[in-house]
Each structure stands twice: as C-alpha cells, then as structure tokens.
C-alpha cells in the first residue's frame, strides 16, 4: 500500500483524497490550530507534526508521496505578487527541501511522487520565472523559458531525474463555484516515470487525452501554450 505525508495540510483534503484511493496516510504538517483539531478528529492516527520549517526530511517516516499545497498569497493576482521570495510562498522552498532530505536518507527510494497544488497566479509571478524556479527546484536542473516568456496550462517537463507534469483543473467539476488550481505531479522514478499518466488520463474533464497522446508537441528549450494537449518540454543531459 502506498503512503502519504501531507504539508500544509489544512484540515486534512489531502489525507481524505488518499484513503478513498487505497493510500494510507501517515503524517501531516500544519501551524494553525482549529485545522489541526478538525484533522486529528477524522485521523486520529496520522502523526501530527506541526511547523514545516523545523521538520527535516531525513528524520520524518518515509512515506511514497508527498503533497504540497504551498500558500499562495504571494503567487496570486490578488496579492502583492511578491513571488517565491515572499514570506508565504516561499515556504514551497521548505517543502522541496523535505522531499529532497528524504530521498537522500532512503537512497532515492521514497518519496517516489511530490505533489504540489497552487493558484494559476504561479505562472505569471514574477514574469514566469517563479514557476521556472518551481520546475527546477524539483527538478534540480536548469530549465529555460517558453519562447513567449508565457507557461502552458498544460505542460510536461521530461527531465534527466524525473518526469514533471502539470495542469490546471477548474473546481467546477466537483463543487459548485468557480476555483481554478495548478496541479503538478512529479514522479522520480527515472526508469518508468508516470505523472503524465497520472494527469493526463485517456478522458478526462477536458476531453479524450487518447488522441492528445499521439499529437503531444516536443519542444526542445521552450515550452508554448496548450489548451487540452499538453506540451512536452525535454531536457536530456542534466541541462
């Protein structure tokens, strides 16, 4: 069975979305108080672990996905845009760093997916070169800009460690109201990677992804706007 440790957990949607899934969750990070009661009364057995800033990764229970659902007051069009450096967003650092102490202490074996969920605001903050930073911080490796300095909605990064991919879902679909989000998936398996897959089923809210399959555009060091097929940015090499 598959496990799951959630950052900025909120009250728990995370952990609520994994075991309808067969996903046991294991642990969750959050600072503010009523959240954390309501999430420790519906999983009375997920480990609580409070302030993300002084977890470390290598220490935490390995779990084989991480999810991520970063403040975005800094990211949002509705802010003072203040980007990645901003108090808030750039908490997204912590997150990666977490991901990355942990992989490190289990030789690269968990977690196998990190999961990030955020405003659309991500791909215009700070000129594109916030959700750049965000792509190459998972990534670790540089990665360039869209030739029209503007990112997909729909988007896959095949990167020399890992696969990227991501998505914009609008709310609409499950509850009434209008709330659209980025959803990335990153899958560090480098035999088989399958965020794509994930993401991008045969049909989907958006239409049959079965054909988009056969008409993804690879693009070499740029990625361009796609609405319904995602674009695939390759980078081979570690650059």
């Given amino acids: 069975m598959l496990t799951l440790g959630s950052l900025f957990d909120g009250i728990g949607g995370w952990l609520l979305a994994a075991v309808h899934n067969g996903v ?8 503010e108080k009523f959240p954390m009661a309501v999430t420790k009364h519906h999983f009375p057995d997920v480990i609580q672990l409070g302030d993300i800033t002084k977890l470390d990764g290598a220490k ?3 779990v084989d996905i991480i999810c991520a659902g970063s403040p975005c007051q800094d990211l949002s069009v509705a802010g003072k845009r203040e980007g990645l450096k901003g108090e808030r967003s750039g908490l997204f650092i912590n997150a990666i760093n977490i991901v990355r102490r942990m992989r490190m202490s289990t030789g690269g074996g968990q977690p196998r997916f990190f999961v990030w969920e955020n405003v659309p605001g991500a791909f215009s903050s700070n000129k594109g070169l916030d959700f750049r930073a ?25 990167l020399p460690g890992c696969e990227i ?11 009434p109201q209008r709330r659209k989000r980025i959803f990335l998936v990153a899958d560090f398996d480098s035999i088989q990677p399958c965020a794509s897959k994930i993401l991008f089923v045969e049909k989907s809210v958006y239409g049959n992804f079965e054909k988009g399959e056969s008409e993804r555009q690879e693009v070499t060091g740029s990625v361009t706007d796609g609405i319904g097929i995602p674009i695939v940015l390759r980078m081979r090499g570690g650059a």
């Fill in 24 to 31: 046991k969750p294991i642990w969750s990070s959050e600072i």
């Fill in 60 to 62: 935490l229970p390995p």
């Fill in 134 to 158: 965000v792509l190459e911080e998972i990534g670790q490796t540089e990665i360039p800009m869209p030739a029209n300095d503007k990112w997909a909605e729909n988007g896959v990064a095949q």
């Fill in 165 to 175: 991919a991501w998505r914009v879902l609008d709310a609409q679909w499950w509850v």
